[in-house]
């Protein structure tokens, strides 16, 4: 069956642009996950959505970050005012639960962000 | 706040060797870690999760163990193979469901 799927691939910016970036989880999966992998960092998680709600919000860095999920399906990450720090690649995951033990977390390839 | 370390860094073997990859982490209290491979340019694939009350699982010629209480897994490769060419990922996750915390990933290339 279809993956997770991100759109765009890549997307380049200017400074203080806002840009939206689009996740489509795997059909059926309930919990959905964004981190972002900077140059040379590991991944880190930014917030997590259980259905519509997001429980765990703890890593979006600054409240120029937002993100919300639609349907139990669809996920936006939108950030505002964009600054050259944001540049990394934003990776989108899915699980079926996200309340079990063995739930494995699906990624998508990522939307690459460069912010000039 | 959970850390997760990874050694080594980078690793270039040739063909046929046998592979130890090593994945450290700071709080014992995790309901599972699982091993991912990133290749270039695409998302994360996962390979293995172990249970908190697991010791060990295989796939293949892959086995990760689990020391909880020493913080430690360890990702072994058997006859290692020019496609396992990658970046290899651990992850925990945390006392509560949801989150994982990743290490910086061991980059491994295997030539023949």
């Known amino acids: 069956g279809a993956g997770v799927s991100q759109s765009p691939s890549n997307k380049v910016t200017e400074k203080g642009k806002d840009v939206e970036l689009r996740c489509d989880p795997i059909?059926?999966?309930?919990?959905l996950y964004w981190y972002r992998q900077s140059l040379g960092q590991g991944l880190e998680f930014l917030i997590y959505?259980?259905?519509?709600?997001?429980?765990?919000k703890s890593g979006l860095p600054s409240d120029r970050f937002s993100a919300e999920r639609t349907g139990g399906s669809v996920s936006t990450l939108t950030i505002q005012r964009t600054q050259q720090e944001d540049s990394a690649v934003y990776l989108c995951?899915?699980?079926?639960?996200?309340?079990?033990?063995?739930?494995?977390?699906?990624f998508g390839p990522g939307t690459r962000l460069t912010v000039l | 706040k959970q850390e997760v370390t990874q050694i080594p860094a980078a690793l270039s073997v040739p063909e046929g060797e046998n592979l130890v990859l090593n994945c450290s982490f700071t709080?014992?209290?995790?309901?599972?870690l699982q091993w991912f491979r990133q290749d270039p340019g695409k998302g994360l694939t996962s390979l293995l999760l172990?249970?908190?009350?697991?010791r060990e699982q295989t796939s293949g010629r892959l086995n990760a163990s689990l020391d909880k209480s020493s913080g430690r897994s360890t990702l072994y490769i058997a006859a290692s193979q020019p496609g396992d060419s990658a970046t290899y990922l651990c992850?925990?996750?945390?006392?509560?469901?949801?989150?994982?915390?990743f290490g910086r990933g061991t980059q491994l290339t295997v030539w023949p």
């Open positions: 995951a899915s699980s079926p639960t996200g309340t079990s033990v063995v739930d494995t977390q699906y």
């Open positions: 059909s059926g999966h309930t919990a």
């Open positions: 959505f259980q259905g519509n709600s997001a429980p765990d």
């Open positions: 709080d014992s209290a995790i309901y599972n």
């Open positions: 172990i249970q908190s009350s697991q």
């Open positions: 992850a925990v996750g945390g006392s509560t469901l949801g989150r994982l915390y």
